[in-house]
Each structure stands twice: as C-alpha cells, then as structure tokens.
C-alpha cells in the first residue's frame, strides 16, 4: 500500500487519517489508510500537543479527523492493553509494506510474543535464523512505526536490562509497560526504574 500524499475526508468514517485518543499513560495517535493501520504513536513526555506533532511530522500527508468504527476497536484495544488487558493485538492488519523485509520479519515475531513475556534482542536474533543479528534486530525496533501493536516493548537487552525506548519516557516507560502485563515483579522493576 503505497503512501501518496493525501487526506482524510475530515468526516466521520474516513478512509484515511490520524487521530489521537486517551490511555493510561497518555495521549496516543494512531494513522490508518483504508483498512491497515499505518502507524501508532505512543505519548510524548510533555502530553497531548506534543504526540500531535509528531503525527504531523510522521504522517504529514494525512489529516487529523475522526476514526472509522473498526479503527475506533484497535485504538480501544490499544488503549486497554496499557491498562492491563491482555491483548496481543496479532489480527490487526498492518502496513508492513511500509518498512524494510528484515524489519517486517521483526515485527512478525515481535507480535508473537505474548503479553507478560519477554525475549532477548539475541534470542530474537536466533528465531529469525540470524543469530550475529541482535543489533540489526534492536535497530528494527527502534524503528517500528506500530508500537506498541508489534510489542517492541517486549525485547530486552542481554541479561534482563531495558535496553532502549524511542517513546517518550524512553526505558521507564518500557519498563512501566511491562510491569503493567505482569512481566516483572515489582522488587524486579525497582531495580531497573524509579516507581510512581
């Protein structure tokens, strides 16, 4: 699916667009085009007008306007899933055609990885046949244009440690994530992140 420059039809049910909506951790954006989600913001640190502009600045040729019903659903699954839901939001159709083949790979196996669970950048590096690769796997990530759909918050570094986050936040709210699917005891975490 190709990403020509144009705009939603700034009505109710458009075809393509971006919109914001509330979570737990914040204001988040997600973008579609037809029926494929096409990207997803989690917030910026300073709140809602900053994750506004960046969808701006990623998404530039698609306007700002109301989500079509089955968007509205992923976007409240989106929304639930920072709350605690178990969800792995795997049906949710993507634009992977959007990003690199070994990028797409990445995310295809991110997206297996169940809510609560945790891999290695190296084990993941070893599913994909591509031990050696747990840098090219990171690097992936820090570009997946759909978090947290694929769960790139899911991959840690070598022996537990966050290892980076290109959200606001950036491994605290990695790590807050993942306290909230129950992936870490909390004496776990408090090693790793100051605690609200």
């Given at each position: 699916?190709?990403?020509h420059?144009?705009?939603g039809r700034?009505?109710?049910?458009a075809a393509?667009?971006?919109?914001l909506?509330p979570?737990a951790?914040?204001?988040?954006?997600?973008?579609w085009?037809?029926?494929?989600?096409v990207?997803?913001q989690?917030?910026?640190d300073?709140?809602?007008?900053?994750?506004?502009a960046?969808m701006?600045?990623r998404?530039?040729h698609?306007a700002?306007?109301?989500?079509?019903p089955?968007?509205?659903?992923w976007?409240?699954?989106v929304?639930?899933l920072?709350q605690?839901?178990?969800?792995?939001?795997c049906?949710?159709?993507?634009a992977l055609d959007t990003?690199?083949?070994?990028?797409?790979?990445v995310?295809?196996?991110?997206?297996?990885?169940?809510p609560g669970?945790?891999?290695?950048?190296g084990?993941m590096?070893?599913a994909?046949?591509e031990?050696?690769?747990?840098?090219?796997?990171?690097?992936?990530?820090?570009?997946n244009p759909f978090a947290?759909?694929v769960?790139?918050?899911?991959?840690?570094?070598?022996?537990?440690?966050?290892?980076?986050?290109?959200a606001?936040?950036?491994?605290?709210?990695?790590?807050r994530?993942l306290d909230?699917?129950g992936?870490?005891?909390?004496?776990?975490?408090a090693?790793?992140a100051?605690r609200?």
């Open positions: 699916m190709s990403l420059a144009t705009t700034g009505d109710h049910g393509r667009g971006y919109a909506f979570t951790i914040g204001h988040c954006g997600m973008a085009q037809g029926a494929v989600l990207g997803v989690l917030p910026e300073a709140g809602e007008m900053p994750t506004r960046r701006l600045r998404f530039p698609l700002e306007c109301t989500m079509p089955p968007v509205a659903a976007a409240a699954r929304a639930a920072l605690g839901v178990r969800d792995d939001l049906d949710v159709p993507l990003v690199p083949p070994f990028n797409a790979r995310y295809a196996l991110a997206r297996r990885i169940p669970k945790t891999m290695t950048y084990e590096a070893a994909l046949g031990p050696g690769a747990a840098r090219a796997v990171g690097q992936a990530l820090g570009h947290p759909v769960p790139c918050h899911r991959i840690l570094a070598a022996n537990g440690r966050a290892g980076g986050f290109s606001g936040g950036g491994a605290a709210t990695k790590l994530m909230t699917e992936a870490f005891a909390h004496d776990t975490l090693l790793f100051q609200d």
